[in-house]
């Protein structure tokens, strides 16, 4: 989630949201499966890019020409979308994209890759198409390597086991000291920032779920619903509005040493927008 909220945070600094997207990896009892990622760009976003865009082609530089990228991320190729297979682990392909709307008329795509094995598998920062990395990059952001929550998997028999350190990592992928402490620095608390902010971040929302495709007999999972488990689900400007994580943030810049990982945890309990799945080990019977 880190790669996808610093990429989110990287279009607000721009302009208005920009992104919603979901990600669902669907395993069977055999190990083999596939991830269905979807991408979807807000209205208003990509009437920007496509002006921006203009920019470009006229040898304009700086955040307001990289803007134009957007557009390519909306409607990728079917070349770029096999490059980024690997993003998801070894033995990784793909299968198929659709470029569509959802139900609010946000422009984007579906695409679907598929694996025979999934404790090959893995989840992290960069299971992100690869023009959002070069779009986050061009606007002046580092993208650190195994930085920030990622999931693995392990198959025993009819047992899958799901590792993740989304709880343990969460709170620093959405968090940008740098900013908050630009913050502190103008006397604004870094939660006045932050509900600044979140105006301009209506209908962004990140997800990352698990489904047994052929059922769950039982699962130690906390959020489940059917054969879906989710593992991090965030409306994002909810969570920024939310009083809670406001108090967090203030509370985080004043004495970051402060902040345990038993604190944050209990934090995302009470996050109404935001689901986070705590255990670092969660195991599923399959079907």
């Not at 470009?56 to 990728?76: F, H, R, T, V, W």
């Amino acid at each position: 989630m880190k790669f996808l909220f610093l990429f989110s945070l990287t279009c607000l600094l721009l302009t208005s949201s920009c992104i919603r997207t979901s990600t669902v990896v669907s395993v069977k009892k055999d190990g083999s499966g596939n991830i269905i990622s979807r991408y979807y760009f807000s209205p208003q976003m990509l009437l920007m890019a496509d002006q921006l865009a203009g920019i470009q082609a006229q040898g304009g530089d700086g955040p307001a020409a990289n803007l134009g990228m957007i557009s390519d991320m909306a409607k990728p190729d079917k070349e770029a979308l096999e490059a980024d297979a690997s993003n998801f682990g070894e033995g990784v392909r793909y299968a198929k994209h659709e470029p569509g709307k959802d139900d609010e008329g946000w422009e984007g795509y579906s695409v679907v890759y598929e694996f025979d094995d999934v404790t090959k598998i893995h989840i992290d920062q960069n299971s992100v198409p690869g023009k959002a990395k070069e779009f986050v990059e061009s606007s002046g952001e580092a993208i650190k390597a195994d930085d920030g929550g990622k999931l693995t998997f392990a198959l025993n028999d009819d047992k899958l086991t799901i590792f993740s350190t989304f709880a343990t990592a969460g709170m620093g992928d959405m968090l940008d000291q740098e900013k908050l402490d630009q913050a502190k620095a103008m006397n604004m608390a870094p939660s006045q920032a932050m509900q600044m902010s979140a105006g301009m971040a209506q209908g962004m929302r990140i997800g990352f779920f698990v489904r047994a495709e052929e059922g769950i007999i039982e699962t130690n999972a906390t959020h489940v619903t059917g054969n879906l488990i989710t593992l991090s689900d965030a409306d994002i400007p909810k969570v920024m509005q939310d009083p809670d994580f406001g108090a967090f943030l203030d509370r985080s810049v004043e004495n970051p040493e402060a902040v345990t990982p038993e604190e944050v945890k209990e934090l995302f309990k009470e996050i109404e927008a935001m689901t986070v799945e705590l255990a670092e080990e969660i195991t599923v019977k399959l079907k």
